[in-house]
């Protein structure tokens, strides 16, 4: 009786030391992160001793300041939300970048009927964005485009599921947003694209992990994995891009009819290490945005701001897992 307590005992303990490790994932609708939550991969790692755990949030800016307050491990946004975290003092770290091949993927949209033509047209205008979003970002370009500046409009700072109510009832006269929103938005109320990024240059995505993450060796292994599956989904992704139209339509209740036109956007589907070389980039916007006033304060992007991890792949080899 003694010995079978024992073993009991023994069994429970090394049941819990199996969920020794939550790794928490902050993650958007769409996207490489997405995928790999939708096919189920990183379940199997429980078994060794990691948890991988995923939290859903609207936009970049909320997701990094879970991030630096330390309930989540690892995020992916886009070009702004890193620049106005590290302003703001974040202490996180780029490890991480997803190249955007597409000029689409973020527009300012007016409403139907909108007597609004052209850029130009936007001076004394309402336009909604996500404060701090890649959508804030690629706004203050829009705006240069034609000679303006944030003080020559109304900036509505609005998470998109304030600003489609908004944009439907008239509060703002443009909206600037980013997919699945965006065609979401075009596809229901018949709202018409008054630029998007041709010509512009276009902005990535990075993926960043707090500071503290780096620094815990089981935390970096964790991490190490997430990004080498991150790889994989994204290579599995661009040769099934009609199942991932159907998981994601499954999983986020987008319809089919919205990630037709999103999903494809996106391929090919990429991540890659940071580098040295990307930081030139953020630093442009960073500085961009300090002068127009919108940065509490100057922002440097040097080797302090990233690490240069192996890549994914080989890296994953090298850990022992199964």
């Known amino acids: 009786m003694k010995r079978r307590l024992i073993l009991s005992t023994l069994a429970l303990a090394l049941a819990g030391g199996a969920h020794a490790l939550t790794f928490t994932i902050g993650y958007q609708k769409g996207g490489i992160p997405n995928i790999l939550k939708a096919r189920g991969t990183l379940d199997k790692y429980a078994a060794q001793g990691i948890k991988f755990k995923w939290v859903l949030f609207t936009a970049g800016p909320p997701l990094l300041e879970a991030a630096n307050a330390g309930a989540v491990d690892f995020g992916s946004v886009g070009n702004a939300p890193g620049v106005f975290a590290l302003a703001g003092g974040a202490d996180l770290k780029y490890v991480g970048v997803t190249v955007n091949k597409s000029d689409s993927t973020e527009a300012v949209i007016v409403p139907r009927g909108s007597g609004l033509q052209r850029v130009s047209d936007l001076k004394g205008k309402r336009i909604g964005v996500a404060r701090g979003s890649s959508a804030h970002a690629f706004l203050y370009s829009v705006l240069n485009s034609a000679g303006l500046t944030f003080s020559d409009v109304t900036v509505v700072p609005l998470l998109p599921p304030d600003a489609r109510p908004a944009f439907e009832s008239g509060s703002i006269d443009a909206w600037a947003v980013w997919d699945p929103f965006l065609t979401t938005a075009v596809q229901a109320t018949g709202a018409r694209v008054l630029r998007d990024h041709a010509g512009l240059g276009r902005g990535d995505?990075?993926?960043?992990?707090?500071?503290?993450?780096?620094?815990?060796?089981?935390?970096k292994r964790a991490l190490q994995i997430l990004l080498a599956e991150l790889e994989n989904a994204a290579t599995w992704a661009n040769a099934n891009q009609s199942t991932?139209?159907?998981?994601?339509?499954?999983?986020?209740?987008?319809?089919?009819?919205?990630?037709?036109?999103?999903?494809?956007?996106?391929?090919?589907?990429?991540?890659?290490?940071?580098?040295?070389?990307?930081?030139?980039?953020?630093?442009?916007?960073?500085?961009?945005?300090?002068?127009?006033?919108?940065?509490?304060?100057?922002?440097?992007?040097?080797?302090?701001?990233?690490?240069?991890?192996?890549?994914?792949?080989?890296?994953?080899?090298?850990?022992?897992?199964?």
């Open 205 to 219: 995505t990075y993926h960043l992990v707090p500071s503290a993450v780096l620094q815990n060796p089981d935390r």
């Open 244 to 322: 991932v139209i159907s998981q994601f339509s499954d999983e986020l209740g987008i319809p089919r009819s919205v990630l037709e036109v999103t999903v494809p956007k996106s391929v090919p589907f990429n991540i890659r290490p940071f580098r040295a070389t990307d930081v030139k980039p953020l630093q442009t916007l960073a500085s961009a945005f300090r002068a127009a006033g919108v940065l509490p304060r100057d922002v440097t992007f040097n080797a302090q701001s990233y690490v240069t991890l192996p890549a994914f792949q080989p890296a994953l080899a090298t850990l022992r897992v199964k």
